[in-house]
């Protein structure tokens, strides 16, 4: 259970991470808090050249608060989010989430970004990030984009990432006052891996209702106008308005054929919803 | 190799290590602190739980390179810790250790429970707990221990801190110490001669044959049907060229043509940052009054360790308009080794759609080629599954319209 032998560089910035990244003769894998990647690397499953040790970059671990968003960078990690090191603006929803990531000892190196690269379709931030519309920023020989988060999947362990591109940083919205959110992820024991991820955010002053099924073994499905779902979000109980068959049909469409993996997304849905917080 | 250099239990520690080496092995193998253990190795099992810049950190799935001039205590270090040391007595009176071996990490982790959460449930202690593994206790007596410990400590009026009382800066503990090269370059440590070519690698000796074991039953099953716009004769026809079968399959190839049914070649998948080669045999059988056939298949892949056994069915019949072909297939498999550690049968599923996806895409492009009148050899459109192929719907709909160009088809 060692690595294969591999070279390491940690870049002093973005500009030198992207420059390591750009030499497409070798192996190059970029590792942040190394939670995921480093069982990987453990089990040889992942064999690099070119380790490209991106914690140490200042860039990537600022934040920025803006009048109606926040921008961290992608080496923040779950405990930051957990202990409001980053000011929380989604009323509890990324702290609540953060503190049921893996064990303790993980989220004190694992990366909001890395979690994101990863692409892992069973983890809690691509779910709950799509639910409140973050949006992620990439850096690559031809400067910035910003897409939404959910886009950012493409598959299975598979993220957008175009060759010398990279994760720089994350933008999460302010919710408004009236926001109520869930999230409810099925485990059978706690830290492993989703079995189905329900997750809302229903926001009345800024017009928005989404609604994510995670942990699909591919990409969230992503209802971005949602009001057939959960209605316009005024209802005092959301769970009364709640449409599971519209949810089920919503969930077929998508791909989901099995029935049993339906009715489990439905359920942790429904859960997500029943655990409306306004906070 | 290269030194890296960190402060244990408040001591400079320094060593030549290769880049690969972890953070536990670091503290043993380098500095003779054993009081670290080593369980899983990747993280599952919290015996390895240290504390770096004085929260617990899992030393296995850490490089020590990576935590150049971070402040780490292990086990050792905790000697004179005022809540490691009211732990270590609550454990032994309530019998929250046997064999120890799950103990040192306990502890690194009990510490910090105490230290953050002000009045825990006992299923908050377990859910705070569960990243660390014991098989002797039962845990009882390790919830106990810390439970008494945060019982005794409020009542003196000693109140947890949210959060952890040490933790300031951002980003994974342990970063952000290392000072960047004078150029402001990347710090770039070679450990590896250029590494021996995997091209080298002869393909491996095949597995044994897979005919002997008539018996055998796949752990997982799953099934997939296609429609192909070309006769079923054709369909059919093209099946028994395993040839050119094999090569519509992303990254598959024979090591020659079959010889009485019996095959040898191997595919490579590529998902993320995986990637994997399967090296194998099959045995490929055909009925022509069903128009049915079978590919019993077993491989390994040298890399990671990992072995297959597979056994797909296909069914060739009439689609439902005249001139189409449905196919049914069902594979079922079993995966041993570390990739079925790490491989969930979703994951795979989702592997196996695209593979399909694309192998339906390719021949579909053959099938014309070869109807059109081209020769037997046209190249196959996706030659590597990968993100590429993900990205599928735009750049096969341009294959699509180019073949229909080619060939006058719609």
């Not at chain 1, 988060?149 to 990279?166: F, H, I, N, S, T």
Request: glycine residues 10%; aromatic residues 4%.
């Amino acid at each position: 259970m060692k690595p294969v032998n591999f070279d390491y560089a940690r870049p002093a910035d973005v500009g030198a991470a992207l420059a390591l990244l750009a030499d497409d003769t070798l192996a190059v894998k970029i590792m942040a808090g190394g939670q995921s990647l480093g069982p990987m690397l453990n089990m040889r499953l992942v064999q690099p050249d070119l380790l490209v040790d991106i914690a140490g970059i200042e860039e990537l671990k600022q934040v920025t608060d803006r009048p109606d968003e926040i921008v961290f960078g992608a080496c923040i990690t779950h405990a930051d989010i957990e202990d409001r090191r980053v000011p929380d603006v989604t009323r509890g929803a990324l702290p609540s989430v953060a503190n049921g990531i893996a064990y303790r000892a993980v989220r004190n190196r694992g990366t909001v970004g890395g979690s994101l690269t990863h692409a892992d379709p069973s983890a809690d931030w691509i779910s709950i990030l799509s639910a409140v519309g973050a949006r992620v920023t990439l850096r690559g020989p031809a400067g910035n984009r910003t897409i939404a988060v959910e886009d950012y999947m493409l598959g299975a362990l598979e993220a957008d990432l175009r060759p010398g591109e990279m994760l720089v940083s994350v933008t999460v919205p302010k919710l408004g006052r009236s926001a109520r959110w869930g999230y409810y992820k099925s485990c059978r024991k706690t830290g492993e891996f989703a079995h189905a991820i329900g997750a809302f955010l229903s926001d009345p002053e800024r017009g928005v209702s989404r609604v994510v099924i995670g942990a699909t073994e591919s990409r969230p499905i992503v209802v971005t106008d949602a009001q057939h779902l959960i209605g316009d979000g005024r209802a005092e109980r959301l769970d009364r308005v709640f449409d599971s068959h519209a949810a089920a049909e919503a969930i077929a469409a998508a791909g989901m054929a099995d029935p049993i993996d339906r009715q489990t997304h439905v359920v942790a849905l429904r859960r997500a919803i029943e655990r409306a917080y306004s906070a | 190799m290269n030194t890296v250099t960190l402060k244990v239990n408040g001591k400079p520690a320094s060593a030549d290590i290769e880049a690969r080496m972890h953070l536990a092995d670091f503290l043993r193998d380098t500095q003779n602190l054993t009081g670290t253990h080593i369980g899983c190795e990747h993280g599952v099992c919290g015996a390895c739980t240290i504390l770096v810049d004085g929260v617990p950190t899992r030393s296995c799935i850490t490089f020590a390179v990576a935590c150049e001039q971070a402040e780490v205590t292990t086990v050792e270090g905790l000697d004179a810790d005022e809540v490691a040391t009211e732990l270590r007595a609550a454990f032994s009176k309530e019998h929250g250790l046997q064999c120890g071996y799950c103990t040192p990490g306990m502890i690194v982790s009990a510490r910090d429970v105490v230290l953050r959460m002000q009045e825990p449930t006992e299923h908050e202690i377990r859910v705070a707990m569960s990243g660390n593994l014991c098989r002797c206790t039962g845990y009882v007596g390790i919830v106990r221990a810390i439970q008494g410990v945060i019982a005794a400590r409020r009542a003196r009026g000693i109140a947890a801190i949210p959060g952890g009382d040490h933790r300031k800066a951002l980003g994974p503990a342990g970063s952000g110490h290392a000072t960047a090269s004078a150029n402001g370059t990347a710090t770039r440590i070679r450990t590896s001669p250029a590494a021996p070519a995997l091209a080298a690698a002869t393909p491996a000796k095949a597995a044994a044959a897979p005919r002997q074991e008539a018996d055998w039953k796949p752990q997982t099953t799953f099934t997939e049907s296609f429609v192909v716009g070309h006769p079923v004769d054709e369909v059919w026809a093209f099946f028994d060229r395993i040839g050119e079968v094999a090569s519509c399959l992303p990254g598959a190839s024979l090591a020659g043509e079959p010889v009485d049914g019996h095959v040898e070649g191997q595919i490579r998948i590529k998902v993320g940052p995986i990637s994997a080669e399967f090296q194998g045999v099959a045995d490929v059988s055909r009925d022509e009054a069903t128009r049915t056939g079978t590919i019993n298949g077993s491989g390994k892949d040298k890399r990671s360790n990992s072995a297959t056994r597979g056994l797909i069915g296909y069914a060739v019949k009439p689609g439902d308009k005249p001139g189409e072909t449905r196919v049914d297939v069902s594979i079922g498999y079993t995966l041993t080794g570390v990739l079925a550690q790490f491989g969930r049968s979703g994951l795979v599923q989702d592997v196996a759609g695209r593979l399909i996806a694309a192998f339906v895409k390719n021949l579909e492009a053959k099938l014309s080629h070869q109807s059109g009148g081209g020769d037997a050899e046209a190249p196959p459109v996706i030659t590597e599954l990968d993100a590429g192929s993900l990205v599928s719907s735009v750049i096969l709909g341009r294959i699509k319209r180019f073949f229909a160009a080619l060939f006058g088809r719609r």
